[in-house]
């Protein structure tokens, strides 16, 4: 397997990856043009082929959605806007009164000058009445995974590996590359 770049800002993603993978990965951090879209995979689409005419080597990128079904899918891709510019409590009370259910998805991205691959995982659930929780980062002190009673924020750590695993697509992505060898 060639070396492969994760663009990312968190050094740490880099190295759960390749220790997931068996594989080194390199770590960059690149700024990459976020395009707006509600289509997960149109963003990362176009975030890996950016950061492949960068570094023009293999390159992997992630992005994540969360998705309310009371809105219609939004926030989708920009939850990471609605997290930096507004409390936890007042996302989590735009819905009340409505459903609560909602989908985290996750994808990544994979571009080689020629082969272009995009790996998804989701994983259901609800929004909490209130955030809670210390563990986790982003949008885990709001989402409570399908079978759970406490937010992604607040699982211990077996079940916190267990549902970010269901979100991250690390098994399609690490098949992809054994196939590619």
């Not at 993603?13 to 080194?24: Q, T, V």
Request: proline share 4%; with cysteine.
């Amino acid at each position: 397997m060639q070396e492969i770049t994760f663009i990312t800002g968190n050094q740490g993603k880099a190295d759960y990856l390749a220790k997931y993978l068996g594989h080194p990965v390199a770590h960059r951090k690149a700024d990459l043009d976020e395009i707006q879209s509600m289509d997960l995979k149109e963003i990362v689409e176009h975030k890996v082929r950016q950061a492949f005419e960068i570094i023009k080597s293999p390159v992997i990128v992630e992005d994540v959605a969360l998705e309310f079904e009371a809105l219609n899918g939004l926030p989708g891709p920009f939850i990471r806007f609605f997290v930096d510019h507004i409390p936890f409590e007042t996302i989590c009370s735009m819905i009340n009164g409505k459903t609560r259910n909602a989908v985290a998805k996750c994808v990544f991205g994979y571009y080689d000058g020629n082969k272009l691959e995009l790996f998804e995982g989701q994983l259901n659930g609800r929004i909490a009445e209130t955030p809670a929780g210390e563990n986790g980062f982003g949008w885990d002190r709001i989402f409570i995974p399908e079978g759970y009673d406490v937010t992604r924020a607040s699982l211990n750590e077996d079940d916190d590996k267990k549902t970010y695993l269901q979100l991250k697509p690390f098994a399609e992505l690490k098949s992809f590359f054994e196939k590619s060898k």
